[in-house]
Structures are given as C-alpha cells and as structure tokens.
C-alpha cells in the first residue's frame, strides 16, 4: 500500500518543526525503525525545509516550501521544492575536511546525505528528494561509523 | 527553547533547555558572547534537557568555540544524548570540543 500527501508550507522557520510531526505522524509503518526515522528522517527533513527558506527561497515571507511525501512498504521519500533559482549542491564542500571543521556553516546537506540513503536534486536545484528505505538498508549505526 | 546561567567555581554554566534550532540559536549566541565581553573565560554548556541540535545549532557552537579560544578560554559540552552524540560524531565535532557525560565532570579541571 502506498500513502502520498502534500504540505505547502510557510517559509517561516518556526513552521518547520510541526511540519516534520504532520510528516512523520502520518508514517505509521516507520515505527518498526524507529530511531532511524526518529533520528535520521527528522533531522533530514528538518535540514533541508531550513535550507529551502534560507536560501532557496531567500527567507522572502510571501514565498513558500512544498512537501511531496510518499510512503510504501519500502520506503519513505520526501520532496522539498523552494521558489528559489536553485543551487549546485555538487559545489558545497565537505564540512569534517580539517580546513573546513572550523566553519559554522556549511552541514545540513552533509547530515542529509549521511543520515539518508539517497538524497538527490533536480537539474535546477531548487527540489531535492529525501529516501529512507525502510527494508534492507544500511543500519544507522553502521552509517554512523562509517 | 530556554536556558540559564549560573557562575559555578568560575565557570560559566549554560544549561539549555529545549531544541537548539536555527530558529533560535541567535539568542544562545548573543549569551555567551555577552558573557564572554564581560571577561567570562571558561564555559560549560550542558545539553541534557535537550532533544535536538540541527546544523544550525552545530555552527553556533563552533563558532562559540572559536571566539572562546581566541580570548584564550574554552568551552566544553555536556549531557549530550545518543542521537546528539551521532550528530557530533558524524560532522567530527566530538573531536572539537571536549564532551563529558555529565556537567560536573565537564567542570574538573576546567
């Protein structure tokens, strides 16, 4: 069974917390993993709802953040899409490298892709996709100390 | 998010109360750094009522970390979850800052 729902969401950054329990209340067939989608899915969420109002959208409070999300048996996807004139995320550098460990900036898209198995951007860059497969994928831990 | 201050042996303690959030880091910045222009030096930051750190709440705290150690102090951190403990290991910041399990051990040595 596959459960799809969108969120269009205020490009207020006090929205994004309910926003991600309105995401994660719906997916009922997560609790078996439960940290993972505790942890993992949240914080990827999260990240990247923040990255679409900062920058995507420029923090303009008349613009807006769309949340495509789709749940089956396999997995959990979501869809953030900003108004913005997208970005290459192939251009943001490694925050844990020694030269960059002292930035402020610079790891949300790092936890994204650490966290999830698959985070990929659309040719425009102003839409990314967030999987967490629920069957067969890499145990968090194993991540974690990767 | 909330927190308090309290000056124990010399240090200053923060305790933070709630998720540490792009929303909100601002205000635990201002703090310290108000704490450390009035001559404040070693800083323990104790974590253990709260749930959630985003990448936000990461750079302040480097940031914090930068400013302290440029004014020759230090900041440590304390009574950090499991998922916070993830989150630092998996940007390599547990191996900026020194992360005790509780505030007291934090304070030895301090």
Redesign the interface.
Same mark, same amino acid.
């Given at each position: 069974m596959e459960t799809t729902f969108v969120l269009e969401v205020p490009n207020d &950054?006090?929205a994004? /917390?309910r926003a991600v329990d309105l995401v994660v209340g719906r997916c009922q067939t997560c609790e078996s993993q439960a940290?993972r989608f +505790?942890?993992n899915f949240?914080?990827a969420l #999260? /990240?990247a709802l #923040?990255n679409a109002m &900062?920058y995507g959208n420029g923090s303009d409070p008349h613009k807006r953040v769309r949340v495509d999300v789709t749940v089956n048996d396999a997995e959990v996807s979501a869809r953030v899409t900003d108004q913005g004139a997208g970005f290459d995320p192939d251009a943001v550098e490694d =925050?844990?490298t020694p030269e960059n460990?002292?930035? =402020? $900036?610079g +790891? $949300?898209l790092?936890?994204m892709r650490?966290?999830l198995d698959e985070v990929r951007f659309n040719d425009r860059g102003n839409s990314v996709t967030l999987i967490l497969r629920l069957e067969e994928s890499a145990s968090?831990d194993e991540a #974690?100390s990767a | 998010m909330s927190f308090s201050v309290v000056k124990q042996d010399g240090v200053t303690v923060v305790d933070v109360e709630g998720q540490l959030i792009v929303g909100n880091r601002q205000e635990l910045k201002q703090k310290v750094l108000d704490e450390l222009e009035g001559g404040e030096r070693r800083f323990v930051i104790d974590f253990r009522q709260t749930g959630y750190i985003d990448s936000s709440g990461l750079g302040v705290l480097v940031s914090l970390s930068k400013k302290i150690r440029e004014q020759g102090g230090e900041l440590r951190l304390s009574g950090l979850n499991e998922d916070l403990r993830t989150l630092f290991e998996l940007t390599k910041l547990d191996t900026l800052f020194r992360i005790t399990h509780t505030k007291e051990e934090a304070l030895q040595g301090l």
């Open positions: &950054l006090r994004i /917390e940290r +505790r942890l949240r914080v #999260a /990240e #923040a &900062l =925050p844990t460990l002292m930035r =402020p $900036g +790891r $949300g790092f936890l650490q966290l968090f #974690a | -």
